[in-house]
């Protein structure tokens, strides 16, 4: 079955389906390792690990590569963070032609004003006339060659404190638009307005949730309440952030790396991950025929 497939018809079937953030072929394989069903490849880990703010300072082409290396690295489908789409109506039907081409299973973008802020900072959290947005993602939809590839509306109406009767409507409008899904984002602590959204939703889309703000909720409790997918956005950023600065702080302090060994992963671990095995293999096999054919 293809990414796109799999995607498709995890977001629409039960159980819960769980994507983890990454940043790079080495969290995404980690990801996929710890057993999540699809990658998230997220926004602020791709711009964070280039050291600048979730604010589109990168480019669509920047953004696209991240999300293509994660893609090509890992055997589960990777769902793109597309930010607002990069611009207008012609940049998304080219964003979405470009993943497409590169092996991502679906983009899912924000009904904010390019350029967007990331959605806990305070300022910025400007949000797209509802017509223009749902025009988005109608060129979206339209512009697929794959009718598997998944087109993600994330409504924002609740960040930006538009209050939930607007981020209803935008839900009807954005399925009407042809939407393969929806992503209710909240800055509340607590699950209930992402709850309240999901018991209000009239419409037959499935519906994604973001709890960064709300870490206490189980998947369990998100599939009773509704909810299809869950995206766990930027956690393995955040954990090695935490841990190499543990490490390297040590390491600077104490003047040698012998504390910190048990602590970390071993070398080989790093081997394993990158697939070492196969490369020697590969090379033997190169070397054993190349001794075949000088001798024949």
């Known amino acids: 079955m293809s990414k796109t497939r ?43 690990s280039r050291g600048v703010p979730d604010a589109n300072i990168l480019s669509m082409s920047e953004c696209l590569d991240a999300a ?11 769902l793109a963070d597309c930010d607002s789409g990069f611009g207008g109506v012609g940049n998304v039907v080219h964003m979405v032609r470009s993943y497409e081409s590169r092996g ?22 400007e949000l797209a006339p509802i017509g223009d947005f749902a025009a988005k993602i109608t060129a979206a939809v339209e ?28 839900a009807e409008v954005y399925e009407r638009a ?25 419409g037959v889309l499935p519906v994604v949730v973001v709890p960064t703000m709300y870490p206490q909720v ?10 299809s997918a869950v995206i766990y956005a ?16 040590q ?19 790093v081997f394993a991950l990158q697939q070492l095995d196969k490369l020697l293999k590969l090379q033997k096999r190169h070397e054993e025929l190349s001794a075949h054919y000088s001798d024949s």
């Open 104 to 125: 991502v299973a679906g983009v899912c973008i924000e009904d904010k004003q390019f350029p967007k802020m990331n959605s806990f900072v305070g300022a910025g959290q």
């Open 68 to 78: 293509a290396t994660l893609a090509a690295e890992v055997d589960i489908p990777v």
């Open 234 to 249: 930027n956690q393995a950023l955040r954990s090695s952030i935490s841990a190499m600065r543990q490490v390297l702080t």
């Open 251 to 269: 390491i600077a302090v104490s003047g040698s790396t012998f504390g910190v060994e048990d602590g970390i992963s071993p070398v080989k671990e």
């Open 143 to 170: 512009a697929k060659r794959d009718p598997d590839f998944v087109v993600v509306a994330r409504i924002e109406a609740l960040i930006a404190g538009f209050g939930m009767d607007e981020a209803l409507r935008r």
């Open 6 to 48: 799999t995607l498709r018809e995890s977001l629409q079937s039960a159980p819960i389906t769980r994507l983890m953030g990454a940043h790079s072929p080495l969290s995404a394989k980690l990801g996929e390792e710890a057993g999540f069903e699809a990658i998230w490849a997220s926004g602020l880990e791709i711009s964070a």
């Open 178 to 202: 042809g939407a393969d899904a929806l992503l209710i984002h909240s800055k509340k602590s607590t699950s209930d307005e992402v709850y309240g959204f999901r018991e209000r939703y009239e």
């Open 218 to 227: 189980t998947t369990r409790e998100l599939e009773e309440h509704g909810i």
